[in-house]
């Protein structure tokens, strides 16, 4: 296989057919600029000095990789290390993103900052750079994923930032990144847009990814260290797949690591009911960038389920379109069912309460791990932790918090 | 020539301003639409924008927003909005109509499938909000050859030198975006557009439609002492919002609004 680091996107933001600049002409200017700002921040010594800084000593990197002892014996085959950005500031890996665009912004100037959030753990770490730097930060959220992540909403307004309620559409992440949209088109001279998925028009997904791979990088020396090779497959939660490329990038060009990104399965990808493009959707434009769509035969946008907030997403990022396509990455669903049974797994045998994003992830690797040779390794991403979701969990259950 | 080429060549030696009405197509249910769109021709529109529902329309403010949940609600596709232009050309073989929208719908028809199929229903222009002219070499292409005319969006942060690249890939007229925001959006500075309108008429001879901001008579003459035609969406489409629940009062509101602008255009 040819290299892969380093090869994509092209110029224009093309991973193969996938990504581009599908916006309107009022937004074409501001995201030149912010690509060339971008380009140039990116080889800047001393901007990424500063990222690093944050990332040590505000976000408490690196996060640790930690081999969970007593679910690797119960699971019974490959070893499971879980690289552990629920312990980051923020409890997600969300932060390292939102530290890099923050540090755009204020380079660029802008007073204002946007983003728009699913579970909130996306616009937890937004209005948290927005008050460290003393930004104004607005928040759109579905109104639907307000109700579901109310703790993050407080969380958010106690930061300062104001959380807008958003009631049009399917009342979930895609309309909150629609209307983040339409404020940025209305208040494009003073407000950057933090994006907070490898998703949107370029160069966001090639930005954003390249903000996660903190996490790959450190994984690859962390088990280096801790077992002397490489693992044999990475697991990661995808919605729209920042966590996931974050993980996988640094490996691309290691044949023998499989990489694994695991979609929302809902009731089950067979159904009518999920949010796994990856799996049964097809190719469209959507937000900014061509790439894997749950759509119907018109070309209308379906509204999704998942039990995870985070991954109630009807695209993916375009990378993630390209490596399924040239058959680098597997993708695969997982039941909200099976999700919640790896949340009370894990809370359980080890100790960690993981986010229900992260469990996706968790239910797929204690299949892999169990289907393996114990001489094997697999890493699963947990991207975050599951605070936020213990009234979602205690309400399936029947129990008032 | 284009009917759309046509239509500005003709109304130049008449001294006049196009009257370009919005309407979202198959709001707020399938039966209204063509009836409105002579309606609208009768009460002096020269070119009919018809929108094709979409299910995330990133670019439009509340009013039209909604209008595409009332048309989806009725499960309006992009072959319905093509059958109601052939429907409409039944009895209207003149008045030039552009289908506004949002690229999916058509990628997930076939480029070359909707080109074959738009011009066979008589459409005249093809405007797709989410495809700069980057994106659209292909497309453009393709809607030539269907004799479609691309119609792009200008905006106030648009670049000189974009604004030549986008007026190379666009044909029939170009659409100035009057404001930064999305439709529906107020306050419209004439003096601001009359500037950007110069800068893009020095880079290009296609006729300059400005839309966003025009909601009565007095912005469409306005615009209309400027540009050389007046686009008029949410306006339009808020009569339809009013009286969901008597439709029939749609196409006579309308109608008289866009009495009204006419007069004040043409005094």
Redesign the interface.
């Known amino acids: 296989m040819s290299k892969l680091i380093d090869s994509l996107p092209d110029e224009?933001g093309h991973f193969g057919v996938y990504g581009?600049?599908?916006?309107?002409?009022?937004l074409?200017?501001?995201l030149e600029e912010l690509q060339s700002v971008y380009d140039k921040m990116k080889n800047d010594a001393e901007f990424q000095a500063e990222f690093d800084a944050d990332l040590a000593h505000y976000v408490g990197r690196p996060s640790p990789l930690y081999f969970a002892r007593r679910w690797t014996d119960i699971l019974g085959g490959a070893r499971v290390y879980l690289k552990r950005e629920d312990l980051n500031h923020t409890g997600a890996h969300k932060i390292n993103n939102t530290i890099g665009q923050a540090l755009l912004a204020k380079r660029m100037g802008k007073t204002r900052i946007i983003a728009e959030t699913g579970a909130g753990q996306h616009g937890v770490a937004s209005a948290t750079v927005a008050a460290r730097l003393g930004l104004e930060c607005v928040v759109y959220m579905g109104a639907d994923d307000v109700k579901r992540q109310a703790l993050n909403v407080y969380r958010m307004r106690l930061l300062g930032a104001t959380v807008v309620p958003v009631e049009?559409?399917s009342r979930t992440l895609?309309?909150a990144l629609?209307e983040a949209?339409?404020d940025w088109?209305?208040?494009?001279?003073n407000t950057f847009y933090i994006i907070g998925t490898v998703a949107g028009p370029h160069p966001y997904p090639a930005m954003v990814r390249d903000f996660q791979c903190v996490i790959g990088r450190e994984a690859r020396r962390q088990i280096q260290q801790a077992e002397g090779r490489l693992p044999d497959a990475l697991v990661a939660c995808v919605g729209g797949g920042s966590n996931a490329i974050g993980l996988f990038y640094p490996f691309l060009d290691d044949e023998g690591v499989a990489l694994y990104g695991v979609e929302g399965g809902g009731d089950g990808p067979e159904t009518d009911r999920h949010a796994a493009p990856l799996c049964s959707g097809r190719p469209?434009?959507?937000?900014?960038n061509?790439t894997y769509?749950m759509?119907d035969?018109?070309?209308?946008?379906?509204e999704t389920h998942s039990i995870s907030a985070g991954l109630d997403y009807p695209g993916v990022g375009p990378e993630h379109a390209w490596l399924k396509d040239i058959g680098r990455a597997n993708y695969v669903a997982v039941t909200d069912a099976e999700a919640l049974q790896a949340f009370h797994d894990l809370t359980r045998f080890e100790g960690i309460m993981p986010a229900l994003e992260s469990s996706h992830a968790l239910a797929h690797g204690a299949k892999l791990a169990a289907s393996m040779d114990k001489d094997n390794v697999i890493i699963v991403n947990l991207s975050g932790r599951g605070d936020k979701d213990i009234h979602t969990v205690a309400g399936l259950e029947g129990i008032k918090v | 020539m284009s009917r759309v080429a046509e239509c500005f060549a003709r109304l130049k030696t008449e001294g006049r301003k196009a009257l370009i009405p919005y309407v979202t197509a198959g709001d707020c249910q399938p039966g209204v639409t063509v009836p409105l769109m002579h309606a609208m021709v009768a009460a002096g529109a020269d070119i009919i924008e018809l929108g094709v529902p979409f299910s995330d329309p990133m670019a439009d403010g509340p009013v039209i927003q909604q209008a595409c949940e009332r048309a989806l609600a009725h499960g309006v596709s992009l072959h319905d909005v093509l059958e109601m232009v052939a429907t409409f050309r039944e009895k209207d073989d003149e008045t030039p109509v552009v289908l506004m929208g949002y690229l999916n719908p058509i990628e997930v028809m076939g480029y070359v499938p909707f080109a074959q199929a738009a011009c066979d229903a008589g459409v005249d222009g093809v405007l797709t909000v989410d495809l700069p002219p980057e994106e659209g070499v292909e497309v453009v292409k393709i809607f030539k050859e269907a004799e479609l005319d691309p119609i792009f969006l200008l905006s106030p942060t648009t670049t000189a030198e974009r604004i030549g690249k986008v007026c190379a890939s666009a044909s029939g007229f170009v659409y100035y975006v009057s404001l930064k925001g999305v439709t529906g959006a107020a306050n419209l500075d004439v003096a601001a557009v009359a500037a950007k309108l110069d800068e893009i008429r020095g880079l290009t001879d296609l006729p300059v439609g400005v839309g966003f901001g025009i909601r009565d008579a007095e912005t469409a003459a306005q615009v209309a002492g400027v540009a050389d035609a007046v686009v008029v969406g949410s306006a339009v489409v808020n009569r339809i919002a009013a009286n969901v629940a008597q439709p029939d009062r749609i196409a006579p509101e309308i109608a008289a609004l866009l009495s009204d602008m006419r007069r004040a255009m043409d005094a």
């Not at chain 1, 469209?284 to 900014?288: D, E, K």
């Not at chain 1, 035969?297 to 379906?302: L, S």
Request: aromatic share 2%; no cysteine; glycine share 14%.
């Open positions: 224009n581009g600049r599908f916006v309107a002409e009022t074409m200017e501001a049009s559409g895609k309309d629609n949209m339409r088109v209305t208040n494009i001279d469209g434009v959507l937000h900014g061509r769509l759509e035969d018109n070309g209308q946008i379906i």
